[in-house]
T-cell receptor
Framework: AQTVTQSQPEMSVQEAETVTLSCTYDTSESDYYLFWYKQPPSRQMILVIRQEAYKQQNATENRFSVNFQKAAKSFSLKISDSQLGDAAMYFCAYKYGGSNYKLTFGKGTLLTVNP | DGGITQSPKYLFRKEGQNVTLSCEQNLNHDAMYWYRQDPGQGLRLIYYSQIVNDFQKGDIAEGYSVSREKKESFPLTVTSAQKNPTAFYLC??????????????FGPGTRLTVL
């Protein structure tokens, strides 16, 4: 069974600084997708960024980028120029490419942004 | 505006009672999902449905039931058989079963408390 591990229950960063959130996953599949979701205090889940496993190039969305290391099964999220609005719980998630149905989530990392 | 609505936002239930959580989407998505979120945990899949009149159990289906009579609606019933139903419940939807990379869009959630 696939598992997703986020080893940092909590992280903090100063406003305007850069922070990296870690995620590792375990799978025997070669076709899969990885996601980072953000859950602010409102508890609305929002997709931050996604990565297709077959793509070697790391995904980037504005201030958010990933470091995808397929051999190491690592998928970290880097947030640059951190803003107060980035404070949230961040979840890493895995989806097998063979079906649409299941996201496997890590337990989350709570990010605090200090002014 | 297109999106997913969940009602009610807060729900209180006495032990031994069944309760139904509503989830409606107007995104014309084929697939819909129910997740449960507990403190310190990621999201866990309860049930999912890829087409109308069809649904499958997720990882923690015991004590829950669903129906999918309409494309837009996927209600979740928490039965008295669910031993620990107090949790935050999230409904999600995605475009279609053949496009595995598609993100899941989430509703705002329902907080269920058993008194």
């Amino acid at each position: 069974a696939q598992t997703v591990t986020q080893s940092q229950p909590e992280m903090s960063v100063q406003e305007a600084e850069t922070v990296t959130l870690s995620c590792t996953y375990d799978t025997s599949e070669s076709d899969y997708y990885l996601f980072w979701y953000k859950q602010p205090p409102s508890r609305q889940m929002i997709l931050v960024i996604r990565q297709e496993a077959y793509k070697q190039q790391n995904a980037t969305e504005n201030r958010f980028s990933v470091n995808f290391q397929k051999a190491a099964k690592s998928f970290s999220l880097k947030i640059s120029d951190s803003q107060l609005g980035d404070a949230a719980m961040y979840f890493c998630a895995y989806k097998y490419g063979g079906s649409n149905y299941k996201l496997t989530f890590g337990k989350g990392t709570l990010l605090t942004v200090n002014p | 505006d297109g999106g997913i609505t969940q009602s009610p936002k807060y729900l209180f239930r006495k032990e031994g009672q069944n309760v139904t959580l509503s989830c409606e989407q107007n995104l014309n998505h084929d697939a819909m999902y129910w997740y449960r979120q507990d403190p310190g945990q990621g999201l866990r899949l309860i049930y999912y449905s890829q087409i109308v009149n069809d649904f499958q159990k997720g990882d923690i289906a015991e004590g829950y039931s669903v129906s999918r009579e309409k494309k837009e609606s996927f209600p979740l019933t928490v039965t008295s058989a669910q031993k620990n139903p107090t949790a935050f419940y999230l409904c999600a939807s995605s475009i279609g079963k053949d496009r595995a990379y598609n993100e899941q869009f989430f509703g705002p959630g329902t907080r269920l408390t058993v008194l």
